[in-house]
Structures are given as structure tokens and as C-alpha cells.
């Protein structure tokens, strides 16, 4: 079993930075994907960014791509979001996730194993 522990939401104006943190335990998580999905008020789970395997390649939405960096901690089992920019449409629950596909999954569907989510709240 992997348990997850997301950290670093909070309040920020529009404009600033956060930084969030995901550690996972017990196994060691090198062969898996991990990544941030966030879920915003009243909207379905939607993909942020992943990174492939051990460090490898990273993917991104859209709607995050230059303003949002994944990336994962030596010991692969931590993986953080350091987001700037950030806007009010930002505002969500980010969640940890983590899958074994070949490809990172970028839906919530193929996610094996979620953590407990991290409240981000942008004000304008």
C-alpha cells in the first residue's frame, strides 16, 4: 500500500508563488509516475502535470505550462509542484497522485493512489 502526504497550500494573492509537497511511504516509488491533479469548486478532477518514472520526462496542462514546474526529489519518493503566477482560476484542491502505466495518467480515472489533497486559494 502507498500512502500519500500532500503539504505547502494555503492563501496567496494573485501573482505569487507556492510550493507543494508530496511524500509517499512505505515502498519506494522509482518504477511509478507521479503527479498533481487538482479539483476546483463545483468541477470534476482535472490533470495538472506529471512526471515519468524516475525523473524522466514531465507533462503539464495547458492551462499551467510556464507558470507551473514538477519534479521529483532524489529519493523519488517526494514530488513537488512549484507553482508562480498564480491566478484566481487556480484556486482547487491539488491532489498527489501516483500510477504504474507506461504513460503518466492524465486522467483521474487511471490514478492507482491518491493523497488527502492540499487547499490552494488565489485571491484577486
Known amino acids: 500500500q502507498v500512502r500519500l502526504v500532500e503539504s505547502g497550500g494555503g492563501l496567496v494573492q494573485a501573482g505569487g508563488s507556492l510550493r507543494l509537497s508530496c511524500a509517499a511511504s512505505?515502498?519506494?516509488?522509482?518504477?511509478?509516475?507521479m503527479g498533481w491533479f487538482r479539483q476546483p469548486p463545483g468541477k470534476e478532477r482535472e490533470f495538472v502535470a506529471a512526471?515519468?518514472?524516475?525523473?524522466?520526462?514531465?507533462i503539464y496542462a495547458d492551462s499551467v505550462k510556464g507558470r507551473f514546474t514538477i519534479s521529483r526529489g532524489n529519493g523519488q519518493n517526494t514530488v513537488y509542484l512549484q507553482m508562480n503566477t498564480l491566478e484566481p482560476e487556480d484556486t482547487a484542491i491539488y491532489y498527489c497522485a501516483v500510477d504504474w502505466r507506461v504513460t503518466p495518467a492524465t486522467t483521474a480515472g487511471s490514478v492507482t493512489h491518491w493523497g488527502q489533497g492540499t487547499q490552494v486559494t488565489v485571491s484577486s
Open positions: 512505505p515502498r519506494t516509488l522509482s518504477s511509478a509516475n
Open positions: 512526471v515519468i518514472r524516475s525523473g524522466g520526462s514531465t
